[in-house]
């Protein structure tokens, strides 16, 4: 994959989507196993045409904000950027199909079609944010395999943290504003509490998942804090950044809290990682 290429789906912030399948095994009872370990191959493929899109969309208003972007840049055309994320959509609905059956398979399916319709209708209007977060906890379900109401909390975690942080990136270019910081903050609270709720589960869980959530609600936090005082774009970015990498500890806190101790903390080593990368392609 070429540079353009991998810039257009920003291919090292799959590193954050990987573990949404993962947490919603675990809190379906269900660990990832066998040919079950497809399922967050589908969510990167599915991100990545997610990701596609959304430049094939801005294009134009990219051309204005954000012209060192493949698209209007001359690097990538507008075709072959749809055409991306039509066979990246493809390859996600395959991945799913493979590892989790006709179950994972239908909510895949669900999950395809919010991302374009995210992508084609509602990013810019106000239910934007709520197309997005529909979006992640849709992943979140697609690796419980059909037992949604087990993997609920899962869902809502993550759903109420991409709320916030979808809510919030509106403001990388042109700044945003307190409440909306605010707001995201608040939403990183609920997901850090949700994360850690109920009974069960062992001493050793308990203490990791507290030990992942309580990462992830002081990096996400404190980002978010700073965007409160002053919501100017860079502060904005900053936190846009934070909350996209806050996904990691947050599966790894689920994660723990169902019982998948060491997977979590197999998530949670991909976080320099994605870091690092974030440096040379950015995650928005």
């Not at 094939?56 to 690097?75: N, T």
């Amino acid at each position: 994959m070429n540079t353009a290429y991998v810039q257009l789906v920003r291919a090292p912030a799959a590193l954050t989507v990987l573990g949404d399948t993962v947490a919603g095994a675990a809190a379906a009872g269900e660990p990832l196993r066998g040919r079950r370990w497809a399922l967050p191959l589908a969510s990167a493929s599915l991100y990545w045409a997610g990701m596609a899109l959304n430049d094939w969309s801005d294009r134009e208003l990219d051309a204005v904000e954000r012209p060192e972007r493949p698209i209007p840049s001359g690097r990538v055309s507008a075709g072959a950027a749809l055409a991306t994320g039509g066979v990246l959509t493809a390859a996600g609905l395959g991945l799913a199909g493979f590892g989790g059956g006709q179950r994972a398979a239908r909510t895949a399916a669900l999950l395809a079609g919010a991302v374009w319709a995210y992508d084609t209708t509602l990013k810019g209007t106000a239910a934007g944010p709520l197309g997005m977060a529909a979006c992640r906890a849709l992943d979140v379900l697609m690796g419980a395999r059909g037992r949604w109401r087990a993997a609920a909390g899962a869902a809502v975690a993550l759903g109420v943290h991409t709320l916030g942080v979808t809510a919030l990136s509106g403001g990388e270019v042109h700044g945003g504003s307190p409440a909306t910081a605010k707001a995201a903050l608040a939403g990183t609270a609920v997901s850090a509490s949700v994360a850690l709720a109920g009974r069960g589960g062992s001493r050793a869980q308990r203490l990791a998942a507290l030990a992942f959530g309580a990462g992830y609600a002081a990096t996400v936090g404190r980002a978010q804090y700073g965007a409160v005082g002053a919501p100017s774009a860079a502060r904005i970015r900053a936190a846009t950044a934070a909350g996209i990498h806050g996904m990691v500890p947050l599966q790894a806190s689920l994660a723990a809290r169902h019982g998948a101790v060491r997977t979590a903390a197999v998530l949670a080593g991909a976080l320099p990682l994605a870091r690092r990368l974030a440096r040379k392609v950015s995650p928005t």
